[in-house]
Structure formats: structure tokens, C-alpha cells
């Protein structure tokens, strides 16, 4: 027996992973991870695998950077938790002077949690709350957008529209308002990005001018719809968005977990409408992919709004015993180090023209419907048929195809439905994209064969779908 097979037989036995359907692993092996270096993942057998998804968008500066460690080795001889209510520590306070300094002007308030559902749980209650306080209690309904996600957690599937992730827990949803997205992969044959999310802003601007009264705020992922598919939209949707919650008194959630800290090309996706919103929600590459952290950030109206003696029950009474962890907080300081030092924005520019010129010639692959890309995310759409951008059927998980090709030729690739994409660590090299261009490339040719077996699947049942 390999150590893979030895390890993975003892996960078989005691573990139930996340995203998955056990009954695949009868036939589809598990990757046991001894060591990760860099954008390299190592398994126990000594293969390894090219980190493309970021270890589930997480992990920006590669695995085992030493400056992260050596900022979480530091911190761990001096203070590995306290609690923040009643008691503060060094690490959280630098991390929300930096962040508010990073955000857009007016975010002047962070509270933290401790993963991205938790943030927006956060940032749903404390908009409700927030009416509450300055008298508005009927406003405690939430517009979100079609095909989008926010997390596993009730209230953050709530504002989610992923069927895959939502429709067994209907019963338990909060009543939302749902708007159709500015997705432009969608959009008329010869109409713009802007054009198409201006035109598809009219569906909210009804939703507002009808149900402002009711309604406390909008959640939307700015610029891309991660587990939706990575579908995409133009920053003129935000800024059009912007204005209307102001004209009618509505909070704006940004859920920027997945897009923040340069994935849109950008320090923050909003920044490119440029705008503020009234709640930005951030978390994953907070700490660099090492360490659980989340962080709303917020105005200072929002805090006045429950500052107030404690006897008027005006407070926001929600904690978790980890909020604002020192260990996080190291690694995330750290990560804003390299972020500064290294001037990780500007360099990005040049490897996201290589991820564009890698994959351009799939654009002509007979069952690929369109390339797309913001930043230094690129996703690949296979279809069926091109000319009319028709699916192939979830049950055939076309997407599995790639994967399993991908872990073969030493590449990390995980689809969403029949969604090929890269969101690499920014510390990939322009050989290492040319690398997963040359296998995505290899694997979906693999995929769209007519004769592809489809009988087993890493458990993104019953698609290939991530939560990201």
C-alpha cells in the first residue's frame, strides 16, 4: 500500500468532507496532502499538484511563504487568543487601522468574524438592526441577485441563488427579493459589457422604486459571481447601484470574500465603479489562505446608530469566541506587507495579459461558448453547442473530466459545472500559466468528446459546482 492509500484509507474511515457525496470516493481517490511550497502541493507518494484555484480562492502568496510563517511564529510566543469583548491586543488593532486606511473613504469601522458566511451574517443582522434603531422596523427584507452566492450559513444562503446549494433548505430561507443579474455572458451577440449591465440595472431599479419601503439592503458580488460559474459584469452596474440605494435609502452590501485583495485587478472590486458601499465584507486571502478571518467593514453612521447606554438594548450582541484572533490577525498583517512591499497590483497587470494570451485560442474551441476574464480570474465555458451556448446536462459532469486529466498531468483544477477556471496564487510565473493553459486545453478536449464516461465525480453533486 502507497502512503496516498494509506492515508487516504484512514481519512475514509472517520472523515465526511465538505462539497462532496462520499459514495464517489468508492472510485474516485482522494489527494492526501503532506507539504505545499509555493503554488505547489505535494501528496504523500512525493507528485505534485499546481495550486490553480487557490486552495478554494484562499491563497494568494503560495503555500509555506516564509514571511507569513515567520509573522504567525513571532505572534504564537507572545499571544495566541484573547477574547475581544472587554480585552483588545496588538494585531487586531494595526490589522483595522490598515484596513480602514486600504478601503474606501468612510469604511471607518471593522468588526470581525471568523469565515465569509459568518461576515455576511454579520452585515445582514447589523443592516437590520440598524433600522430598528433609527425607527424604520419594516425595513428588514434583503434584494439580492440571480445566480449568486454568499455562503453555507441560513441567512447567507438566504441571500444566495445557487440551486444546487439552496433548494433543500428552502424551508428554512429568510423571504428575499431576487433581480435578475447583469451576468454578461448573457448579453445580446454585438452588445458591450457596459451596455448589457446597463440594461440589466432596470430589473433592480423596479425592485427598489417598488420595495424600498421594506427593504434594508442589496448584497451583490461585485464584478464576479464566483460559484455561479465566475460569471461577470461591468463596474457601470455598481456605481448605477450606488445611486439608487442612495435615492431610496437602501444599504449596499459588497461581498467582496472572493474578489477582494486584487483578484479583479484591483485592491477592492468597488474601487473600479468607484465607490463605497455601506457594508464591504472581506475574508479568504485575508490572511493569505492560512488562517480563518473575516472583516465588515462599515461607516461610522452605522456604528452611531447602536452607540448608546447599554439599559436602551441599542448594542450589536453578536460574537464568536475566536473574533479577532492575534494569530489571524498576524498572518493577515503580513499578507498587507507583502501586498505593499511588493507592489502585488501593479505586478498582477502582466500576469493576467499572460493568463489572457494563454487561453485566447480556446475562444475558438467548437464546444467552448466564450473566455472571460477580470483580473486575475480567466474562466472557460463548455457547452454543448457553441452557436446557441446550450449546456451539456449537469448528470454528465463534464467538468469532472477536467479535473481528473488535470490531477494527472500535476494540476489542481477544480470546474464549477462545465466551468473551467484559474485563480492562481499571485506568485505563479507566466511559464506556470502557459502549463495550465496547455492542460485545461488537453483536459477539455478530454471533456467534450462525445463518448465522455460520466460515471463518477468528486463530489460537486449534482454538478460539478464549488461554494468556493
Known amino acids: 500500500m502507497s502512503l496516498n492509500d494509506h492515508w487516504m484509507q484512514r481519512d475514509l474511515n472517520v472523515l465526511w468532507h465538505p462539497c462532496t457525496q462520499m459514495k464517489d470516493h468508492e472510485r474516485l481517490p482522494l489527494v492526501p496532502i503532506k507539504r505545499g511550497e509555493g503554488v505547489w502541493l505535494e501528496d504523500f507518494d512525493g507528485k505534485r499538484y499546481l495550486d490553480a484555484v487557490s486552495s478554494w480562492w484562499v491563497n494568494v502568496f503560495g503555500h509555506a511563504n516564509p514571511r507569513i510563517n515567520q509573522r504567525i511564529k513571532d505572534q504564537v510566543d507572545q499571544l ?9 491586543h496588538a494585531p487586531v488593532i494595526e490589522l483595522s487601522e490598515r484596513l480602514v486606511k486600504l478601503s474606501p473613504p468612510g469604511l471607518d469601522r471593522v468588526f470581525y468574524a471568523d469565515n465569509g458566511s459568518s461576515c455576511i451574517e454579520v452585515a445582514l443582522k447589523m443592516s437590520f438592526h440598524y433600522w430598528l434603531n433609527v425607527g424604520q422596523p419594516a425595513k428588514k427584507r434583503f434584494v439580492t441577485l440571480s445566480n449568486s452566492y454568499h455562503g453555507e450559513t441560513v441567512a447567507a444562503m438566504s441571500v444566495g441563488d445557487v440551486a444546487l446549494f439552496t433548494d433543500t433548505y428552502k424551508p428554512l430561507l429568510l423571504d428575499t427579493l431576487k433581480v435578475p443579474s447583469p451576468d454578461c455572458y448573457h448579453r445580446p451577440e454585438g452588445m458591450s459589457w457596459e451596455a448589457h449591465s446597463r440594461a440589466m440595472f432596470a430589473h433592480m431599479e423596479q425592485c427598489l422604486a417598488e420595495h424600498h419601503h421594506e427593504v434594508a439592503a442589496v448584497i451583490v458580488e461585485p464584478l464576479i459571481q464566483g460559484a455561479g460559474g465566475m460569471r461577470m459584469y461591468h463596474p457601470v452596474y455598481l456605481r448605477l447601484l450606488r445611486e439608487a440605494c442612495d435615492r431610496y435609502g437602501v444599504h449596499l452590501i459588497h461581498d467582496e470574500i472572493a ?9 477592492f472590486a468597488c474601487e473600479q465603479a468607484g465607490i463605497r458601499p455601506d457594508f464591504l465584507c472581506l475574508s479568504k486571502a485575508l490572511t493569505g489562505g492560512y488562517l480563518p478571518l473575516a472583516a465588515c467593514l462599515t461607516t461610522d453612521q452605522m456604528y452611531q446608530a447602536f452607540y448608546d447606554d447599554y439599559s436602551t438594548l441599542r448594542a450589536f450582541l453578536h460574537s464568536h469566541s475566536y473574533t479577532g484572533n492575534p494569530l489571524a490577525c498576524a498572518a493577515a498583517l503580513a499578507t498587507l506587507d507583502i501586498f505593499e512591499q511588493d507592489h502585488v497590483i501593479e505586478r498582477n497587470k502582466a500576469l493576467a495579459a499572460r493568463m489572457a ?5 480556446l475562444a475558438d474551441h467548437p ?11 480567466v474562466a472557460i465555458e463548455m457547452v454543448q453547442d457553441k452557436a446557441s451556448k446550450t449546456a451539456y446536462p449537469w448528470q454528465e459532469r463534464r467538468g469532472l473530466k477536467v479535473y481528473q486529466h488535470a490531477l494527472q498531468r500535476g494540476a489542481l483544477l477544480r470546474p464549477l459545472g462545465s466551468v473551467v477556471y484559474f485563480l492562481p496564487p499571485y506568485v505563479i510565473t507566466p511559464e506556470q500559466i502557459d502549463f495550465l493553459a496547455e492542460v485545461a486545453s488537453e483536459g477539455i478536449d478530454i471533456a467534450t468528446r462525445d463518448s465522455v464516461s460520466v460515471a463518477v465525480g468528486n463530489a460537486l453533486y449534482p454538478g460539478f459546482r464549488d461554494p468556493g
Not at 357 to 361: D, I, K, N, P, Q
Open 80 to 88: 495566541e487568543h484573547v477574547m475581544l469583548a472587554g480585552f483588545s
Open 357 to 361: 494570451s494563454a487561453t485566447a485560442h
Open 259 to 267: 474578489v477582494g485583495f486584487g483578484r479583479t485587478g484591483t485592491m
Open 367 to 377: 464546444h467552448v461558448a466564450e473566455v472571460r476574464q477580470t483580473g486575475m480570474a
